[in-house]
């Protein structure tokens, strides 16, 4: 699944039209699809009404979204599971997987990509509706290590499920968790209010950290459909069961918390390590 270094590789490639055209400025003509039921809102007769004719004007994102502002509302994104978003010139052929399709006033095509159709796209007059019970954005300047402190405290929760949830901090999922928790040397099933104080400031550094390599990466390519960055290569504990820590020479293990697979290193990260 996409997380927050991998939608901001999208964006940013949408946005500057590197190796294909700049999406703020154009206008939409019209959207077709296949699979209607990616339009979560408004119904999909008012959503083509209201984005027809409207023009892009910047590509931004908030969490796991794409984030389009038009010059009436706005347009949302979540690629969800599989999604991927890119521009085709005039007369490209049919991509496999490509449902929904917005038609461009240049001729080129905006493609969403969805192998598993669990994509959602959105028209709203306030974003607030669809991006409001979001956390903080991790990479924010108001995201310091005070507010960290304050919501952990707040919650009596096991950290990894803690940190997916998009209500407390948005943008991560099970990569970079697992890669935050690890280089803050923190086990993923440690209640949140029993963390110290320098605990919660390597977390903090560290799910900074984790988020700011991902992306100087262009993301991780591990999803068969996302094709982008290369940090896959650099992952210190994601997917690395039975490989020796770089820190310590330990077998990293993988256990399941909450369904999600986790993978940790069981001498850097321990359970009851004060
Ligand atoms: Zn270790």
Redesign the pocket.
């Known amino acids: 699944m996409p997380e927050l270094p991998e939608v901001d590789t999208i964006a940013r490639a949408l946005r500057s039209g590197k190796g294909s055209a700049p999406l703020p400025g154009r206008r939409i003509l019209r959207f077709t699809t296949t699979w209607p039921r990616h339009v979560d809102r408004p119904s999909i007769t008012t959503f083509r009404r209201r984005i027809k004719g409207r023009e892009i004007q910047s590509v931004e994102r908030r969490a796991k979204y794409l984030v389009f502002p038009l010059d009436i509302g706005t347009l949302l994104i979540h690629l969800r599971m599989s999604g991927d978003l890119f521009m085709r010139p005039p007369g490209s052929d049919a991509d496999d997987y490509v449902h929904s399709i917005f038609h461009l006033d240049n001729g080129w095509e905006l493609r969403f990509s969805d192998a598993r159709k669990f994509g959602r796209i959105y028209w709203t007059q306030d974003p607030e509706d669809v991006l409001g019970d979001l956390g903080p954005e991790p990479l924010d300047d108001a995201f310091t290590i005070e507010v960290l402190k304050q919501k952990l405290l707040a919650h009596r929760r096991q950290l990894k499920p803690l940190l997916l949830d998009q209500s407390f901090l948005a943008g991560m999922g099970n990569i970079y968790v697992d890669e935050a928790l690890y280089r803050a040397r923190i086990h993923p099933l440690r209640q949140s209010d029993s963390l110290k104080m320098p605990e919660i400031k390597r977390l903090w550094e560290s799910i900074r950290t984790s988020l700011i390599e991902g992306i100087r990466h262009n993301g991780a390519s591990i999803d068969w459909v996302y094709r982008g960055g290369d940090y896959q290569n650099h992952f210190l504990v994601y997917k690395q069961e039975g490989n020796p ?1 770089g ?4 077998s990293i293990q993988r256990t399941v918390v909450g369904q999600r697979g986790t993978y940790y ?1 069981p ?2 990260q321990r359970e009851n390590k004060p």
């Open positions: 820590c820190t310590c020479g330990t290193c001498d850097c």
